[in-house]
């Protein structure tokens, strides 16, 4: 039943009495609602809460406030259950319902509680002035008296006790997205290796297999062209620790004819480099490598009646030691190489031994280094050292060991991405135990340049001084000369391409004679993937000297395909 309009009320006891008689119907029957079947919904965690909470609200309603008017009573205490389901209450039982639902479920001060605003506090802990109380007791009665009339729900205003937060989560959370639909950065590079996980390094392995066509099979002034199969493998390996540094590069090929002259050739090498990272700015590195090759049909050791060049085994080694005092940079480095040759095959059967020809080279260098800039470090270097051959005399009965004397000046250059490595200038000079030989010395040129002018694209110098040494009587070796520039570039994402072009000039002592090598190649690889590409490669080489018998060309083109990891 419904609270009776102040106007039709008549005395208190009787109101009273009747409010009782209401609560008794409303008790029995929500009490007889929850047994009649299908009428009880599920009893969900939120509503038990918010239950306890309102419970909780009204006792402290009850402790705080003494004595209420009739008016006060009605508005405050209806709290009708409300089932989860709908059509648990009589029709008559709606109406009560919905008058008490429109009324503020945060508890109501008294007249005697407005005499004293400071001890006004609310249920929930909030202090609220005279006026606002003031106002919400009369928007309460207004509110009551409309919803008697048209029977409308009035909704809840915020800040009321179902609002409190419970720690719990609402039952509409937003369920987060799957990782799957997360956007993703695009790859800057899709065709760029990925490369494995080994331990602590990450290697890179390339594979080459394809067919090439040679005009030239022996690089010789009378050479016949030859159809050929070529396979090439490469692995690069970098570390990736916190401290410290190592590289590993390894690569081998083997190459053998299909059709046209013979050709057999296999060449390849490892090479590693270990950097440690020491205290109180100093730093130590030690690397070592190996490498086997054809001899080069350039070479100035010229054997006659050969049929093949002689196998070149070349073994390498080096330590040192480094300190940064300020600006100043001070090296100490050790070198050593060791070269020994295979025999010589000649036409006529039999092979000529080359064991007069192996020679260990040990050298110390001393370098210092001024930072003008964290981009630019001049430096000047000196190195002194000792090229001993295993046999005191070569085939002609000359003692060709000498003594090794070296100085450059050159600047180590640092701009991050863009330019990187270092290139130098200088004097190299050899003086044999041989009175008969005379001092090889001339201009000493080293660089080892990287230039970026732009993304995806790379240009390289590389320059260096080789000293030879000729079993030749009375001639002391030679000095070879050698540059090459490359540009690298992506033409396309799937599509990189490469031109180099190179220039040797050889030196000859004991003799006014002289060579000139220059070579030109270009190449081009489609990647059909990340793993997979088509590469086509096309090069020439001319060799113009002022000896007999040395002159020659070649021409070589090859396909094939590439994998990569």
């Known amino acids: 039943m419904a609270p009776l309009p102040p106007h039709h ?41 918010d239950d306890l909470i309102d419970g909780q609200a009204r006792r402290d309603e009850q402790s705080l406030l003494g004595s209420r008017t009739a008016l006060d009573t009605d508005i405050l205490d209806a709290r009708p ?4 389901s709908a059509g648990a209450l009589a029709d008559e039982e709606e109406a009560v319902s919905d008058a008490a639902a429109a009324q503020p479920r945060q508890g ?27 106002q919400q ?99 690069n390996a970098i570390s990736d620790w916190a ?49 086997v090759r054809p001899e080069s049909a350039s070479s100035p050791e010229t054997i006659e009646d050969a049929v093949s060049r002689p196998t070149r085994h070349t073994f390498t080694g080096n330590a040192g030691v480094e300190r940064d005092l300020g600006p100043l940079r001070l090296r100490l480095a050790g070198d050593v190489i060791r070269e020994t040759y295979g025999d010589a095959e000649l036409s006529g059967g039999g092979t000529l031994p080359q064991d007069d020809r192996d020679t260990t080279l040990a050298l110390v260098r001393m370098r210092a280094g001024y930072e003008l800039s964290p981009a630019l470090r001049p430096f000047v270097e000196a190195e002194i050292g000792r090229r001993s051959y295993d046999e005191e005399f070569d085939r002609n009965g000359y003692r060709r060991s000498a003594d090794r004397y070296g100085v450059r000046a050159g600047v180590e250059v640092d701009i991050q991405e863009k330019l990187r490595g270092e290139i130098s200038a200088g004097w190299v000079s050899e003086n044999p135990e041989d009175e008969r030989l005379p ?28 000293v030879e040494g000729s079993t030749i009587p009375g001639k002391t070796g030679s000095l070879y000369h050698s540059a090459s ?13 490469s031109v180099l072009a190179g220039i040797g000039w050889r030196d000859y002592f004991g003799h006014d004679e002289s060579d000139l090598v220059l070579r030109g190649e270009a190449s081009l690889t489609w ?37 990569q990891r």
């Open 485 to 497: 520039l490359s540009v690298s570039r992506e033409l396309r994402q799937n599509l990189t391409g």
């Open 243 to 291: 401290r410290h540094s190592a590289t590993i590069d390894a690569d081998v090929s083997y190459r053998k004819s299909l059709s046209g002259q013979e050709i057999s050739e296999i060449e390849g090498g490892i090479a590693g480099q270990l950097r440690l990272d020491l205290a109180d700015r100093w730093s130590a590195f030690v690397g070592g490598g190996y490498r």
């Open 137 to 235: 007791r009369a928007a309460a009665a207004d509110a009551n008296e409309a919803d008697l009339v048209t029977g409308t729900v009035r909704t809840p205003r915020a800040g009321a006790l179902d609002d409190v937060d419970t720690g719990r989560a609402a039952a509409d959370s937003t369920r987060t997205g799957a990782i799957e639909g997360l956007t993703r950065t695009p790859d800057e590079n899709p065709y760029a290796p990925l490369g494995l996980r080994l331990g602590t390094f990450i290697v890179t392995p390339t594979l080459e297999q394809g067919i090439g066509w040679t005009s030239n099979a022996n690089l010789s002034p009378d050479g016949e062209g030859s159809t050929f199969s070529e396979t090439a493998l490469r692995l």
């Open 439 to 466: 001092t090889m010395s001339g201009l000493s040129l080293a660089a080892n340049l990287a230039w970026s002018p732009v993304r995806g694209t790379t240009v390289a110098l590389d320059a260096s001084t080789e």
């Open 9 to 49: 009320r008549r005395t208190r006891s009787f109101g009273a009495l009747t409010l009782a008689a209401a609560g008794a119907v409303l008790v029995c029957g929500e009490a007889s609602a929850q047994m009649e079947p299908g009428l009880r919904g599920p009893v969900l965690e939120r509503s038990i809460t």
């Open 108 to 134: 109501a001060l008294t007249d005697n509680a407005l005499d004293d605003p400071a001890s006004a506090v609310e249920p929930i802990g909030r202090a609220q002035t005279a006026a606002t109380l003031n």
């Open 527 to 563: 990647w059909l993937n990340r793993y997979a590409g088509i590469t086509g490669r096309a090069s020439h080489e001319v060799q113009r000297g002022t000896l007999p018998d040395r002159d020659y060309d070649e021409t070589r083109v090859y396909l094939g395909m590439t994998f």
């Open 81 to 84: 259950y409300t089932p989860s």
